[in-house]
């Protein structure tokens, strides 16, 4: 086989952007290993490069998605640590390696940290080409499509809650969209750390989903005044963390759960990322706002021996063909899906 298929965006827009694309197989580089990709996990971000977002360059064309799991056929120079025909899941953030960051376990704070899919080529493709530091076995417990859905979202709720929102065991924390890929991480994260976990989502269809991943308490958004709910669940005392991840819609309501003292933890702004704060809240409450993106790579190698031992489940809503790409993105965007949406190759 000399060539291969893969998701390509030349341009920003709709899903009519979405090209599928031949190219050359390519051919794996000192310390990288070439993975058969099987299966693709779409995230909201794929809908962003997508579209675009102001401000902000995209190193266009560039192949889509972050996350996958596929099987090792080919060996570049010097890659140690695996062999052809291991199944592994693709790990999401590219390093240097050699700065302080890297080599003190923050790899996501690398100054050349990049994101596949994001600001370079990506898994939706039949072959990828990764460096080795960037595939870890699959856990036997989960399919190949479950595996797909798990890295990227895992990495940043991980790194999230645990490391800079450090939250701890006996503490309250709320979760907004806890059905989202992100969200879904984060309440099954926060339980097994022995938090109490309010989430919101919409329809008491998703917040059954929601429970039965280990939330205690879950809000239906659309019926009423999530704030209201949290104030009423924690007798007016407020929760300690929350997990911020849909923007400008919930940012302010999300300040008015905080409890004195509280950390407000962000990863993204979906609905949008300009938002009013009135500093009064923060100095006289003692509040804290903290800013996070992915996570470092052993931790997520950790998550995934967690999924090894039952700790945490994949939520995947379906699978589609590769080629209904278009069709994954719609339903993303409607939110429509009740989980993750992962592309089979």
């Known amino acids: 086989m000399s060539g291969m298929r893969c998701v390509v965006v030349r341009e920003h827009g709709g899903v009519e952007k979405l090209r599928l694309e031949e190219r050359a197989m390519p051919t794996p580089g000192p310390g990288q290993v ?89 898994t939706a493709a039949d072959y990828v080409c990764v460096p080795v530091a960037n595939v870890a076995p699959k856990p036997l417990r989960l399919s190949v499509a479950e595996a797909a859905a798990v890295p990227l979202v895992f990495q940043t709720a991980w790194n999230m809650l645990v490391r800079r929102a450090e939250l701890r065991a006996g503490e309250t924390v709320l979760v907004h969209a806890g059905l989202s890929g992100v969200g879904a991480a984060a309440v099954q994260i926060a339980r097994a750390l022995g938090a109490q976990v309010i989430a919101t989502a919409g329809g008491e269809a998703k917040c059954e989903r929601v429970r039965a991943l280990g939330a205690h308490h879950c809000i239906d958004y659309t019926a009423g005044d999530f704030v209201g709910a949290v104030k009423q669940l924690t007798g007016k005392a407020g929760v300690q963390v929350v997990f911020e991840h849909v923007g400008a819609a919930t940012f302010a309501g999300s300040i008015k759960c905080l409890a004195r003292g509280g950390r407000l933890v962000t990863c993204g702004a979906t609905t949008g990322g300009n938002v009013e704060l009135s500093l009064h809240q923060v100095f006289f409450k003692s509040l804290s706002i903290l800013g996070s993106t992915m996570g470092s790579k052993g931790d997520l190698r950790a998550v995934l021996r967690m999924f090894e031992l039952g700790t945490f489940r994949a939520v995947v809503d379906r699978t589609l063909p590769l080629a209904d790409v278009a069709t994954a993105h719609t339903l993303l965007e409607s939110r429509a899906a009740m989980g993750k949406v992962v592309l089979t190759v």
């Open 34 to 122: 070439r993975v058969r990709m099987l299966a693709v996990g779409l995230n909201h971000l794929d809908t962003w490069v997508r579209r675009g977002v102001p401000g902000h360059t995209f190193p266009l064309p560039l192949v889509m998605s972050s996350d996958g799991c596929g099987v090792i056929d080919a060996l570049g120079p010097g890659a140690a640590g695996c062999r052809e025909g291991d199944e592994v899941v693709v790990l999401p953030g590219v390093s240097c390696g050699a700065c302080e960051a890297c080599q003190s376990g923050v790899d996501n704070l690398c100054r050349s940290y990049h994101i596949l899919g994001e600001s370079c080529d990506g």
